[in-house]
Nanobody, 120 residues
Framework: DVQLQASGGGLVQAGGSLRLSCAASGFAFDDYAIGWFRQAPGKARERVSCISSSAGTTTYADSVKGRFTISADDAKNTVYLQMNSLKPEDTAVYFC?????????????WGRGTQVTVSS
């Protein structure tokens, strides 16, 4: 079975940090780009960041550039999202997802979300 298990969410004050983890299993991790997406109440889901180990690329939404860092541990089939300088507008449910190929367009697998709440 394909699994994308996100963890690491929680409640943090503005300016604080969290690190999300996405543990993947059940598919060829190296063949997929892994992305982090988020959805706040009443808003559309947006892509936050994406990493492709095979292509050696990372991308970020403008809203998180300079504050968030995505990384991957291929040996553990795990992707991380280090979130620093968190803002209340970062509050959302964060999902990790896998897309076949070098980009996060066209997601094939979604994981369950983890809630991130940033208090002001």
């Amino acid at each position: 079975d394909v699994q994308l298990q996100a963890s690491g969410g929680g409640l943090v004050q503005a300016g604080g940090s969290l690190r999300l983890s996405c543990a993947a299993s059940g598919f060829a991790f190296d063949d997929y780009a892994i992305g982090w997406f988020r959805q706040a109440p009443g808003k559309a889901r947006e892509r936050v960041s994406c990493i492709s180990s095979s292509a050696g690329t990372t991308t970020y939404a403008d809203s998180v550039k300079g504050r968030f860092t995505i990384s991957a541990d291929d040996a553990k089939n795990t992707v991380y999202l280090q979130m620093n300088s968190l803002k209340p507008e970062d509050t959302a449910v964060y999902f990790c997802a896998a897309a076949f190929g070098p980009t996060c367009w066209g997601v094939d697998y979604w994981g369950r979300g983890t809630q991130v709440t940033v208090s002001s």
